[in-house]
């Protein structure tokens, strides 16, 4: 990836407040781009806030389901890029209220992709799906090619983007690509409830972390950093990608009982002393609706975009805990 080639360029992300569209943000303004990012909520506590970005980009007020307003923006700043990242993120409360996040999450992606359509300046465009798009499977790991089966609400939606966005590029020659990334994790999560900060905040205070499953689910996670890469390297290529998608993971899948007590050993690695916390299991039994395993193939990414999870786990872990540490108080 060439670090000059986003100088001067510019670019919209959606999603930006969020975990990963910050670290897209930051790595594009990092590489010299200009970067206009969409804010749906003035919310107190955001990652664009966090990594001290909103001075160096520009943040325009407003939401995907506003298809006016999503036009005036692209012809307005003259966006080359655009990097789709906003959703409605969080698996628990799109099954408990699947309304707002189908709105946000499908509606909010055929109106973007109309509106890049239309206008001229926009050049490359990539909208992330998600490894869960795939639901359940017997055979592992997920290839580009094994039917969306998702059925769970959030699924479900990621499903509807993920087929959208490539409709755009079969039917209209839009120029966007399709990322289903593995579970992602690093510093700047303020999803707490997520496995990994959830955990790491845990043993901070120096409280058992809880396990929400039976702790035998096996998952996949790869490092934000990688993810932010794999985004602008698609982007890059774009023109020999388009309508396609491409998995994006660390080919180390991991139990959840077996990540939580890494976490704890590294945790306690770092600050000098053994681990002594016990991870509280809440379930003594699987969930029904819960996916055994998933994992996914990036053998393609890597092949045609020359893309690969440079971040072990432990690597990660360690930077992750780390920053938790030092930003536990405004935590």
Known sequence: ???????????????????????????????????VC??????????????????????????????ALLERLLNEYEIEAVFHLAAQAIVGAANRSPLSTFEANIRGTYFLMEACRVTSTVKRVVVASSDKAYGSHDQLPYEEDYALNGLFPYDASKVCTDVIARSYAHTYQTPVAVTRFANIYGPGDLNLSR????????????????????????????????????????????????????????????????????????AGELAGKSATLQPRVLLQQKIEREIDAQYLSAAKAEARLDWRAEISLDEGLRRTIDWYAQHLAAL
Request: hydrophobic share 45%; proline share 3%.
């Open 1 to 35: 990836m060439s670090n000059s080639y986003w100088q001067n360029k510019t670019a919209f992300v959606t999603g930006a407040t969020g975990f990963i569209g910050a670290h897209v943000t930051k790595m594009l303004v990092e590489q010299g781009a200009r970067v």
């Open 38 to 67: 969409l804010q749906r909520d003035a919310v107190r506590a955001n990652s664009l806030d966090l990594f001290d970005l909103r001075r160096r980009v520009t943040v325009i007020q407003g939401q995907l389901e506003d298809y």
């Open 195 to 266: 496995i990994i900060p959830g955990t790491i905040l845990s043993i901070l205070k120096n409280e058992a972390p809880i396990i929400r499953s039976d702790g035998t689910p096996v998952r996949e996670f790869v490092y934000v950093e990688d993810v932010a890469r794999g985004y602008l390297q698609l982007a890059e290529q774009i023109e020999s990608c388009k309508g396609e998608a491409f998995n994006f993971g660390a080919s180390e899948p991991i139990q959840m009982l077996a990540l939580v007590s890494r976490i704890i050993e590294i």
